[in-house]
């Protein structure tokens, strides 16, 4: 393998500094209350984010179909219509979604409200990403995933760049 690079366990390719005099500076450890307050938010962000991609899924259906039906949301999320049901059935307890056995799913305010958030925040970080030059498919893929860990001052200093840099 060149000395200029090194693969980790995914076959991902790093730089690495060739020359041994300029080692890397290492990162000072969190306090152990900092890094739980890390972690706490990471997994308060994966609560969240099924929730969000339902409701923003369900929007969009509904504006693409009129409806969003179990089914479709099966389809188009790749999993069992059982899964489906599930999830429904606890975004209706946190008052996301109204619907009714064999019926279409509809959003409440709240749950349009996270969805159009979701849907900025992914618009945000999908066009800072193409600003950067990452490839559009690329770009769309990690947008998905970040768009629902990311702090509002992380968003807005992207809109701030995007805006500044087109």
Do not use: W
């Not at 618009?123 to 490839?135: K, Q, T």
């Not at 690329?138 to 702090?151: K, L, P, Y």
């Amino acid at each position: 393998m060149p000395a200029s690079s090194k693969s980790n366990a995914l076959g991902n390719t790093r730089a690495r500094k060739a020359s041994p005099d300029k080692a890397p500076k290492q990162k000072k450890a969190a306090s152990p209350s900092g890094h739980a307050n890390r972690f706490e938010r990471i997994r308060r962000d994966h609560a969240t984010e099924l929730a969000e991609d339902y409701v923003e899924l369900i929007d969009d259906l509904i504006a693409d179909c009129g409806e969003a039906r179990a089914v479709d949301l099966a389809k188009r999320l790749g999993v069992t219509q059982v899964t489906v049901t599930k999830t429904v059935a606890r975004l209706k307890r946190e008052g996301l979604v109204t619907s009714a056995p064999y019926r279409a799913i509809f959003l409440t305010d709240t749950g349009k409200r996270i969805a159009d958030e979701a849907r900025e925040r992914h618009r945000i970080v999908l066009a800072f990403l193409r600003a950067l030059g990452v490839p559009n498919e690329v770009a769309e893929i990690d947008a998905e995933g970040m768009e629902h860990h990311i702090s509002p001052d992380t968003i807005a200093a992207m809109q701030a760049f995007i805006d500044r840099n087109g």
